[in-house]
């Protein structure tokens, strides 16, 4: 295995118990399964995207920049599912992360405000990216 792939394993294993403290807290919070479920899948693909391309880095270790990375680029170009639907989805699930991680002692509460402004802020940048053009139409 090389040095990457056990970069990789690693911060999985270090994100696992964050994802499974997060479903509990949602829980806690009386949310519906689907919403809870939801959340939780939301997070756990962007820790796959922050696990696999450089600089790997931990759900905990996230930057506003990753986050606008990942919906004005990564998710709308890689993503066939992506849909205006599902960026407010992600966009619902990282305002309650971050939340959750900022109560839980995990996440500094100035960076929290600075992931809520940029979600703020680009949102419409965020769902212009997946917009579908029927004058881009390759088929």
């Known amino acids: 295995m090389s040095d990457y792939d056990k970069e990789v394993q690693k911060i999985r294993g270090y994100n696992q118990p964050i994802l499974d403290d997060f479903r509990k807290w949602l829980e806690a919070a009386n949310l519906a399964v689907k919403t809870i479920e939801t959340h939780v899948l939301n997070m756990d693909f962007f820790s796959e995207y922050l696990a696999y391309y450089p600089p790997l880095s931990k759900l905990d270790e996230t930057q506003p920049s990753d986050i606008y990375d990942f919906l004005a680029d990564w998710f709308p170009r890689k993503v066939m599912w992506a849909s205006p639907y599902n960026t407010k989805s992600h966009i619902a699930s990282f305002r309650k992360f971050f939340k959750f991680l900022v109560e839980k ?18 949102k419409q940048v965020f769902l212009d990216a997946v917009e579908f053009d029927d004058d881009t139409c390759w088929f």
């Open 105 to 122: 002692g995990r996440f500094n509460p100035e960076m929290e405000k600075q992931i809520k402004e940029t979600l703020k802020e680009n």
